[in-house]
């Protein structure tokens, strides 16, 4: 599968990047490729496997309340934090 | 001429299941907590940590796709939805996309389209030039219930949502508590002309009241109609309604690849629920609001209003039957419990739980009036009494001396005073004027103090009138 230039500014488009023209252009190419290998991949014959319901089940976790961390851990590790609690984030476009 | 303008809606409500943790780890879920101290790594979307699904939560949503006639899915598959907001701290949503936990119900005459498991994102207040952003709600765990485009107004709409929320609360998957956010609607409204293809829908999101829904509804159905009226187009997008102007605006545009770039989630594998667990699940729910009004109506003979209005919660049906049973009169219980504990609960704000006169209490109240011990007037008193003070209803009748007089001597005496007293009364009845008698009748009931009983007061009045 071939990713061109504008396919890949698409993709850039939906993840909030930009790139100019040439390196779109490396883009598409570095794309291209990573496709290539999961084309590779096809051809490998899986016919007669089969998916077993026990072996790639998620696993559940009961119903039971666990402690939450501290409100000071949570800070810490914020960029910015009110004094009420709450994280400070710039505002954004539109809002 | 253009045919007549018609809407085509559809509903998506996100309900917030009834667990104790959060769907993909420990945190608490509960409503109102200090901002950001129900949160821990995974809530947070700190990188390296692991979800993991919540039993409890499944349970509820494969309830509610029973519930609701749907097929529900062995194997489902949970996906990430991809967009930036501050509100995500991961970046994405954990949802299901191609592969729900149910598909194909209905509720009434209401097609269901899919049930998914998703979570909740966190809180978002603008403040000055920057955002306070609280993931305590983070990770909540949701359903979303997605109609097909099966409403045609707002009133059906508003029907749906009342119904949704009665299977919800039965099931116990949801409080229902719409203040609180546990109940959102978001609603997708195109109009055409009769006949005509479907128009460009339009989606106005996170109505958080049923009036809101309606209002919103009309609101949109009108500005379209307006619209398309005036040679213009409606734009695929998303609208936000304003409460205070009870009208909507545009939230942002749909156009412009809104693409979520969804794909299942690598943290989590598929959900499996095995048949048997289904079925399980599936003998467990409570018998739910439709079939038990259809039930009230054909076993205990009540009108469709009185069966509806009795099925509202689980409790109230509960409580219902419980006081039929026990009074083995179930129309007397239905008028009972329809007029007056409603009436006292709402005029008093009390739960039904918390509510002093219990189903016992009630039904041995209607036992007194059926058995003649009581009249109907001071019945209201007793029942009032009840509500008020908690006491047996026998205990009452003993304490305010409400027995009603069924000895004929009592009646007798109180009647010859009542003659005496009313001379000229008794003078015109006599005299043929049979109007009279209501009035007299009136008065012996006065002089008892309205214990008497209403038969034996006529007969032995007429008795003594036409001697």
Known sequence: ?95 | MPGKWEAVIGLEVHARLLTSTKIFCGCSPAFGAPPNTHVCPICLGYPGSLPVLNRKAVELAVRMGLATDCEVHPRSVFARKNYFYPDLPKGYQISQFDRPIATNGRIGDVRIRRIHMEEDAGKLMHHGDGSLVDLNRAGTPLVEIVTEPDLANADDAVAYLTRLRQVLMYTGACDGNMEEGSLRCDANVSVRREGEELGTRTETKNLNSFRYVGRAIEHEIERQIAVLERGGKIDQETRLYDVATGETRVMRSKEEAHDYRYFPDPDLLTLDVEPSQIEEIRRALPELPAPRAARYQRDFGLSVKDAEALVVTKALAEYYEAVAAEAANAKAAANWVRNEVLRVLNEEKVELEEYRVTPSMLARLIKLIDSGAIGGKSAKEIFDDMSQSGEAPETIVERKGLSQISDPSAIREAAERVITANAAQVEQYRGGKQQVFGFLVGQLMKETRGKAKAELANAVLRELLDR
């Open chain 1, 1 to 95: 599968m071939k990713i061109d230039r504008d396919e890949a500014r698409r993709i850039a488009t939906l993840a909030h990047l930009e790139f100019d023209d040439p390196a779109l252009e490396r883009m598409a190419g570095e794309m291209t490729k990573i496709l290539s290998y999961i084309d590779q991949l096809r051809e490998v014959d899986v016919a007669g496997f089969q998916w077993s319901a026990a072996a790639d089940s998620t696993p559940l976790r009961d119903d039971v309340p666990r402690a939450p961390v501290t409100r000071d851990a949570v800070a810490a590790n914020a960029p910015a934090f009110s004094d009420d609690g709450h994280f400070v984030v710039p505002k954004g476009i539109g809002d």
